[in-house]
């Protein structure tokens, strides 16, 4: 099995036992083999950014290499998801069991309708940004060619409060 593309993953969890979630989810992708898991950020509890009245957010960011493609990758996110129990419909920004989002791969920029490359809300989220600092901040987004760690500077904390857990 080859291990060619990194990619940068999010995991967030709002529902039930949030840290377990996640876990369980990252532990979940790397059941295939074709996923391995090279840096995991730390544990953070976030605060809600685009629905405001739902309960906090557990969040962290991994750094994977795989011999998946960008859409390959996607769908196995999704099939992880509905396996924690996460309905296929449901209110966009609102409670999830499980989310994972694909922030980036290698350089890739796609504009497909499943998929955006970057992810399209990666440089305004401190809970995203926070943690792939933690892995990696000087990944570069390829669209506006700035590193992970000048776009958390950008950020205001009011409003998006990310706190550490472990
Ligand atoms: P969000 O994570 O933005 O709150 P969802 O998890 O419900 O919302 O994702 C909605 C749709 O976004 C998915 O069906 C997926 O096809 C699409 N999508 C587009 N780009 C990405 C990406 N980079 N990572 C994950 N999903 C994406
Ligand atoms: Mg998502």
């Not at 060619?4 to 999010?10: E, T």
Request: proline share 7%; glycine share 6%; with cysteine.
């Amino acid at each position: 099995m080859a291990y060619p593309h990194r990619a940068f993953i999010s995991i967030g969890s709002n529902l039930g036992d949030k840290l377990d979630n996640c876990l369980r989810g990252i532990d979940a992708l790397t059941a295939a083999g074709d996923i391995r898991i090279r840096r995991r950020s730390a544990m953070y509890r976030t605060e809600p950014v685009d629905f405001k009245d739902q309960d906090w957010f557990v969040n962290c960011v991994i750094l994977v290499e795989t011999g998946l493609d960008p859409l390959g990758l996607l769908e196995r996110l999704q099939s992880v998801q509905r396996q924690a129990g996460r309905p296929v419909e449901r209110l966009r920004f609102g409670p999830r069991v499980l989310d994972l989002d694909l922030l980036l791969y290698d350089g890739v920029i796609l504009e497909d309708p499943r998929l955006t490359l970057p992810h399209p809300r990666l440089h305004r989220r401190r809970f995203v940004l926070k943690p792939l600092c933690d892995i990696d901040p000087d990944t570069v987004h390829p669209v506006l060619n700035q590193t992970a760690q000048a776009l958390l500077a950008e950020l205001e904390e009011e409003g998006q409060q990310v706190v550490e857990i472990e």
